[in-house]
C-alpha cells in the first residue's frame, strides 16, 4: 500500500515516544485476536488436566442429584426453591475453576502484546467510520487482505486438524455411549484436553505469524512526517528563538548574583583590561581562597568598577588573572598551583590595608598553568 501522505510529506520516520503514548491514550495499541484465542484454548485445556477429575466428579453428582428426587419433596412448596439452589450452587462449583481460569485469560491475554490501556476515547463515535469508502478500503485494501488470509489459513489448519483428531479418536468418541457414567466423563475431559492441546498447536502457528504483523502494522499506522517530528520537537522543548531568550535572561540573571558578590571580595585581580578575577580568603570557614567573580573584556570592566565603589583593592597581575579565569569556577576554591601566588597577592592587601609599606611583589604563576593558559588561547 502507497504510504499515507499528509501537509508535511510521506509518513517515513519512526513514530516517537511521546506519539505512541498519546495513541495508547485514544485507545490504540497493538492487539492479536490469534494470540489472545491460543492462550484461552491452552488454558482450558490446562485447566482441565488439572482439575478434570474434581469437574467430572462434580457434575456427575449434579447430574445425579438432579434425577433423584423424593416423593415428599414434590408435595412441598419450598422444595423446589431449596432444590434449585442447591444444584446451582454445585454446578458452580463444578465449573467454577474454569469458569476463573478463562476470566482471567480474557483480562490478562490482551495486555500481553500491547498493555493495559483503557480509554473513553475509543469508545466514542466517528462519523468517518460511517463512511462506505473507508469501509472498502478496510475490505479491499492489504489490512483486509491479510485479516481474509489469517481466516482461510485458521479454517484450513483448524479444520484440517480438527478431521484428523476426529478421524483418530473416532472410536473412542463411539466407546463413550457404552462406558459407565463416571468413565465415559473421565475420558470426555481427556479427549477434550487432547482436542484442545492440537488445536492451540494450529493457532500457535498462526499467532507466530500474527503477532509481528500486528507490532509492525501498529508501527505502520504511527508512522509521522518529517514536519510532524520537527512540530512536536517544537512544542516539547520550545521554539528556538524562545530558548534562546531564555538562557540570555538565565545568563543575565547569573551574572547580576556573580557581580554581587564582588563588595565581598578581599582583591580584584586584573590583567588590567581584559581579565577581571574577585577573590576572598576567610581563614575561619575556608580552606583556600574562592572565586567569587570573573569576567572579559565589558563583564572585567564592570567588575573593577564595582570593585571601586565598594573600596575592593585592585591588583594588576596579567598572568595571574589569566590563570585564575581558565582554571576556577565561580564560587570554587583555586587550584593548588597556585596557593603561593595568590598568598603573596593577599599578603601585600593585607599589609596595605595595615598601612604597612610593602614592595608589590610578582606573583610566581607555576609554568604548567602558563601553558594551560597559552593552549586555551589559542583555541
Known amino acids: 500500500m502507497a504510504e499515507e501522505k499528509s501537509g508535511g510529506g510521506e509518513r517515513t520516520e519512526a513514530p516517537t515516544a511521546k506519539r505512541r503514548q498519546e495513541a495508547k491514550q485514544q485507545g490504540q495499541v497493538p492487539r492479536s485476536r490469534e494470540l489472545t484465542t491460543l492462550l484461552a484454548m491452552l488454558a482450558a485445556a490446562a485447566c ?57 485469560v480474557a483480562l490478562v491475554a490482551p495486555v500481553v502484546l500491547g498493555g493495559w490501556t483503557f480509554s473513553t476515547k475509543a469508545l466514542a463515535p466517528k462519523l468517518a467510520r460511517l463512511n462506505p469508502l473507508k469501509g472498502l478500503q478496510r475490505i479491499f485494501g492489504v489490512h483486509g487482505l491479510i485479516e481474509l488470509g489469517k481466516g482461510l489459513a485458521k479454517v484450513v489448519l483448524v479444520g484440517a486438524l480438527g478431521s484428523y483428531m476426529l478421524w483418530q479418536t473416532l472410536g473412542d468418541f463411539q466407546a463413550l455411549a457404552t462406558e459407565p457414567l463416571r468413565s465415559a466423563l473421565h475420558d ?13 498447536a494450529a493457532l500457535g502457528l498462526i499467532a507466530l505469524a500474527d503477532v509481528p504483523f500486528q507490532l ?3 508501527t505502520r499506522k504511527l508512522r509521522m512526517t518529517k514536519q510532524e517530528i520537527e512540530d512536536e520537537l517544537k512544542q516539547t522543548e520550545g521554539k528556538p528563538e524562545v530558548k ?21 571580595a578581599d582583591v580584584v ?12 580568603y576567610d581563614p575561619l570557614h575556608m580552606r583556600a581562597p574562592k572565586l567569587m567573580a570573573k ?3 565589558l563583564i572585567a570592566q564592570r567588575i573593577r568598577e564595582l570593585a571601586q565603589d565598594n573600596d575592593v583593592p585592585l591588583f594588576e597581575a596579567p598572568q595571574l588573572a589569566r590563570a585564575l579565569h581558565y582554571t576556577t569556577e565561580l564560587d570554587r576554591e583555586i587550584p593548588a598551583g597556585l596557593y603561593l ?34 593552549a586555551r588561547r589559542r583555541r
Open 244 to 264: 534562546s531568550r531564555i538562557r540570555a535572561l538565565q545568563q543575565q540573571a547569573a551574572q547580576g548574583r556573580m557581580l554581587e558578590q564582588v563588595a565581598k
Open 269 to 280: 585581580v586584573t590583567n588590567p583590561t581584559h581579565f577581571a578575577v574577585a577573590l576572598r
Open 295 to 297: 569576567g572579559t573584556d
Open 216 to 218: 509492525w502494522d501498529h
Open 341 to 374: 601566588a595568590v598568598a603573596q597577592v593577599l599578603a601585600y592587601i593585607y599589609q596595605l590595608r595595615g598601612h604597612h609599606r610593602a614592595a608589590r611583589p610578582e606573583p610566581a604563576v607555576p609554568e604548567e598553568f602558563l601553558n594551560y593558559v597559552h
Open 48 to 104: 482441565l488436566l488439572i482439575f478434570g477429575s474434581h469437574m467430572a466428579d462434580s457434575l456427575l453428582d449434579v447430574l445425579r442429584r438432579g434425577l433423584h428426587v423424593q416423593r415428599s419433596t414434590i408435595f412441598d412448596p419450598q422444595a423446589p426453591i431449596r432444590f434449585l439452589r442447591e444444584l446451582i450452587g454445585k454446578g458452580l462449583w463444578a465449573v467454577g475453576p474454569l469458569a476463573l481460569v478463562m476470566l482471567t
Open 188 to 200: 470426555s475431559a481427556r479427549l477434550l484436553i487432547n482436542t484442545f492441546f492440537l488445536l492451540a
